[in-house]
């Protein structure tokens, strides 16, 4: 089981040739060929029940680097379905591009704030220094929802600053640089190794409009989703077949981890699958992951954080697909 990686040379590259592509027909002309599928970034840990899903399907999976170049791949025929960041998929929807949502694939993100030890809950951050990837970022997010959920005037007592990427800051932690920030699970694990942190929350702590916002998204375009619907259909099945399945045998998707991810640490891997188990990281069969009434608390808070500032119109989702195939009722 392997994959084709692109670096973020070769995603650019992509966007340039957007409009030199015979355009997306002829993704349409073969029924019976591999469907195209793109993933806007690299594998981790995470992706490994999105990746077995895609190869379940029986396609031919390509990795890059930038949401961008997912959609670009998706509208000159490059691609047939993507998976990306769900933010990015409705920005490009409301500004035009035929971007059509079809199902979830991470229902949330994966980031845990984590603090220095003398910070043992989230009232204490008060006067602390936290860190986030970037504006608008899950790491600004998360710390912000938690400190507003705990106190009206919490957020303006903490020192906020931007430290691109999960191993600088975690980095930044080994070295108290910082007091606080948002990490990937898997180097919260790692931080713990080096020393005595503490796990302040998740995305699962958040209440209200916040808990609504999904991580990442399957997308294709409505005009290939209307000659494709079918295949479409079936792939997302396949897809969330994997998912059932992670959750029935932690043994098989620790053999792909270990497969695909040898530099992962082993002994990391049974506290990574029981943090994606116990959050449900991904869509169950019989529950809808997304519905009418969950993408109108995810818009309101999209924008109160200013991902965006009109309404997400709801009919760039396609909730019959995702109904068909999550099997709600």
């Not at 007592?157 to 606080?180: K, T």
């Not at 931080?191 to 916002?213: H, I, M, R």
Request: hydrophobic fraction near 40%; include cysteine.
């Amino acid at each position: 089981m392997k994959f084709t990686r692109i670096g973020a040379v070769v995603a650019v590259a992509a966007l340039a040739l957007a409009g030199c592509s015979s355009g997306s027909e002829g993704s349409q002309d073969n029924s019976t060929a591999p469907l195209k599928v793109a993933f806007a970034s690299d594998l981790d840990p995470a992706d490994i029940a999105d990746y077995l899903g895609a190869q379940k399907a029986g396609a031919e999976i390509t990795a890059l680097n930038e949401d961008s170049a997912v959609v670009a791949g998706l509208q000159n025929g490059n691609f047939d379905i993507g998976n990306m960041d769900g933010a990015s998929a409705i920005k490009a929807a409301q500004s035009g591009i035929d971007v059509k949502i079809v199902y979830v694939s991470q229902v949330i993100p994966e980031f845990v704030l984590v603090a220095q030890s003398q910070y043992q809950n989230i009232g204490d951050l008060a006067g602390a220094r936290v860190a986030y990837h970037g504006p608008g970022s899950p790491t600004e997010t998360l710390p912000r929802e938690l400190a507003r959920q705990t106190g009206p005037d919490l957020e303006n007592q903490i020192n906020w600053s931007v430290l691109p990427e999960s191993p600088n800051r975690a980095a930044a932690m080994l070295g108290q640089q910082i007091d606080a920030t948002a990490l990937e699970f898997g180097d919260v694990l790692t931080l713990q190794d080096e020393g005595e942190f503490t796990v302040l929350g998740d995305w699962s702590d958040l209440k209200g409009d916040s808990a609504s916002a999904f991580n990442t998204v399957w997308v294709t375009s409505g005009t290939f989703l209307e000659s494709n619907r079918d295949r479409v259909v079936d792939f997302l099945t396949n897809v969330q077949t994997a998912y059932d399945e992670f959750y029935q045998d932690e043994a098989a998707w620790t053999a792909a981890v270990k497969e695909q991810l040898p530099d992962v640490r082993e002994d990391f891997l049974p506290q990574i699958y029981q943090y994606y188990s116990e959050a449900s990281f991904y869509p169950k069969a019989g529950t809808a992951p997304l519905s009418a009434e969950s993408w109108a608390g995810m818009d309101a808070f999209f924008q109160s954080l200013g991902e965006y500032n009109q309404p997400a119109d709801p009919s760039m989702v396609d909730f019959d697909v995702i109904n068909e195939v999550s099997g709600a009722k």
